[in-house]
């Protein structure tokens, strides 16, 4: 079977509490569960003022 790497930019509107890393790994989880991704991470994440 191939495999091939897929790389995303995704952009989120959130609340000042919540972390973007929480919801990077919210992400990462439901990739996993609804796609069968054999691994995904979060490797970093930017913030702009808005």
Known sequence: MK???LFFKV???HD???RPERLG??????L???YG???AE???YTQ???
Request: without cysteine; aromatic residues 4%; charged residues 50%.
């Open 16 to 18: 000042t509490e919540e």
């Open 3 to 5: 495999r091939t790497n």
């Open 25 to 30: 790994e919210e992400i990462r989880r439901q």
């Open 42 to 44: 979060l490797t970093s």
């Open 37 to 39: 991704v054999r691994e």
């Open 48 to 50: 702009t003022d808005n």
């Open 11 to 13: 952009e989120i509107e």
């Open 32 to 34: 996993m569960k609804f």
